[in-house]
């Protein structure tokens, strides 16, 4: 019998990546994204390809009870891998941000995602068996001025997930957290407010290397992974130096990928 994976933020990027690899691994989908239009180019892509049950929800993850919006219509599906992936970004300094922007983006990454796994979560002890893959970043390691509620929601999945995985111990269960660099995705035309942002191409990481080792992260049940050794380099940084160092560091990291996208 095909298992079934979860994965949100499903019609682009890591997220589309992680559904090619599943589907290649014969899983059944359920792709969720705020834009069915793309979801459904997503899911005829991913048929052309592969031969697998494919089911899209239209779901803006970001509103609230909109885990118990996605969990009621699947309610009796056993998922065998959930993917939080959905995020999104906002640049500029917090005091000028747009906080119903904001408070999106953290019930996003916060609210929803934790929901989310203790709803799929539960299921997975009882049949003893499932896995859970969180998508963090590299900013969870340290602060970052200029998207500063972005890195704090990101550290929040960090310590989350690592803490959930430490009590999953022994239960057939694991949870598995990706922090990756900046990554060629979507996600970039996201992170103004008053303008659409490319990728600059700075540190700048392949979605499909992203999604390939986050993936065997999570089928071997590790707990952390980083892509790229220099991802791993900057995550240790801040164990090294002054937070005040690092956080003067990433400033200047922000400011130059705005100022060439």
């Given at each position: 019998?095909?298992?079934?994976?979860?994965?949100?933020?499903?019609?682009?990027?890591?997220?589309?990546?992680?559904?090619?690899?599943?589907?290649r691994?014969?899983?059944?989908?359920?792709?969720?994204?705020?834009?069915?239009?793309?979801?459904?180019?997503?899911k005829?892509?991913?048929?052309?390809?592969?031969?697998?049950?494919?089911k899209?929800?239209?779901?803006?993850?970001s509103?609230?009870?909109?885990?118990v919006?996605?969990?009621?219509q699947?309610?009796?599906?056993?998922?065998?891998?959930?993917?939080?992936?959905?995020?999104?970004?906002?640049?500029?300094?917090?005091?000028?941000?747009?906080w119903?922007?904001?408070?999106?983006?953290?019930?996003?990454?916060?609210?929803?995602?934790?929901?989310?796994?203790?709803?799929?979560?539960?299921?997975?002890?009882?049949?003893?068996?499932?896995?859970?893959?969180?998508?963090?970043?590299?900013?969870?390691?340290?602060?970052?001025p200029?998207?500063a509620?972005?890195?704090?929601?990101?550290?929040?999945?960090?310590?989350?997930?690592?803490?959930?995985?430490?009590?999953?111990?022994?239960?057939?269960?694991?949870?598995?957290?990706?922090?990756?660099?900046q990554?060629?995705?979507?996600?970039?035309?996201?992170?103004?407010?008053t303008?659409?942002?490319?990728a600059s191409?700075?540190?700048?990481?392949?979605?499909?290397?992203?999604?390939?080792a986050?993936?065997?992260?999570?089928?071997?049940?590790?707990?952390?992974?980083?892509?790229?050794?220099?991802?791993?380099?900057?995550?240790?940084?801040?164990?090294?130096?002054?937070?005040?160092f690092?956080?003067?560091?990433?400033?200047?990291?922000?400011e130059?990928?705005?100022?060439?996208?």
């Open positions: 019998m095909a298992k079934t994976a979860l994965i949100t933020g499903a019609a682009s990027g890591i997220g589309y990546e992680l559904s090619l690899l599943l589907a691994d014969s899983y059944n989908l359920i792709l969720i994204d705020l834009d069915m239009v793309k979801l459904l180019m997503a005829t892509s991913i048929s052309n390809m592969y031969e697998c049950k494919i899209c929800i239209e779901q803006d993850l509103k609230k009870n909109a885990a919006a996605v969990f009621s699947i309610e009796n599906v056993a998922v065998d891998i959930l993917i939080n992936n959905a995020g999104f970004g906002i640049f500029g300094t917090f005091s000028k941000t747009n119903h922007r904001e408070s999106e983006m953290l019930n996003l990454h916060i609210h929803t995602t934790t929901h989310l796994t203790k709803l799929f979560l539960q299921q997975m002890i009882h049949r003893n068996s499932g896995k859970i893959l969180n998508i963090a970043s590299l900013a969870a390691f340290q602060p970052g200029l998207m509620l972005y890195y704090a929601s990101k550290a929040y999945i960090l310590s989350f997930s690592e803490a959930i995985a430490n009590e999953l111990k022994g239960t057939g269960v694991s949870i598995t957290v990706l922090c990756p660099g990554t060629k995705t979507a996600f970039q035309n996201g992170v103004s407010q303008s659409s942002e490319a191409g700075f540190y700048s990481a392949c979605p499909k290397k992203v999604a390939k986050g993936y065997e992260a999570l089928l071997k049940g590790k707990t952390v992974v980083i892509p790229g050794k220099f991802n791993k380099f900057l995550s240790f940084l801040p164990r090294v130096v002054s937070r005040s690092a956080t003067n560091m990433v400033r200047k990291i922000q130059k990928n705005r100022a060439s996208a």
